[in-house]
């Protein structure tokens, strides 16, 4: 079973505030994944990292940021929150090939998300 | 990552089998057929994955076809809780890059009680 968590599970915010998501795996997965999703519709990649140090920016293009400072955890930030930004965030990792724990065939487990609201 | 084709709705009596089905024409040797399933509101959860070979989980079973384009996805007692969006997903298990997963639109199950 996947052990993979995101806090908060929602978030209603003001316009220009400063938001953190926070995401959480203990299976010492390397690789590390934010998704987008607004309702009804596809989940796209925004951010991803490789392990400790490497962040990179996805196929959907964000204004949000993200870091990486231990491999367990990978929080991503909006420096000022507006409107546009209300959507459903999700957060997933995966292992080497080879690796135990999702490694093989990299799978990808998911956390919970975080639903957001800009107000 | 190969373009993958799926009916956008089905419905199911609950009991019965559940049998996806997934259009991959243009697989290559190399790229796996990966389900997953998302049930409303949560993450998305992984179910199984296959190359050629059919597989089986304690989740469901995969049947791919000798020509591998395309594969069924059989949940074999489907309940009220199966009721997700399943997304049928190909590409090499690991090819660097982004090496995110593309979802697509999925084929949203409906089990009837």
Redesign the interface.
Known sequence: EADIYQTPRYLVIGTGKKITLECSQTMGHDKMYWYQQDPGMELHLIHYSYGVNSTEKGDLSSESTVSRIRTEHFPLTLESARPSHTSQYLCASSGYPGLAGGGAKNIQYFGAGTRLSVL | DAKTTQPTSMDCAEGRAANLPCNHSTISGNE?V?WYRQIH??????II?GLKNNETNEMASLIITEDRKSSTLILPHATLRDTAVYYCIVRV??GGG????T???GTHLIIQP
């Open positions: 796996y990966y509101s949560q993450g998305p959860q992984y994955h298990p690991s982004a090496d995110g997963l979802f697509g639109k």
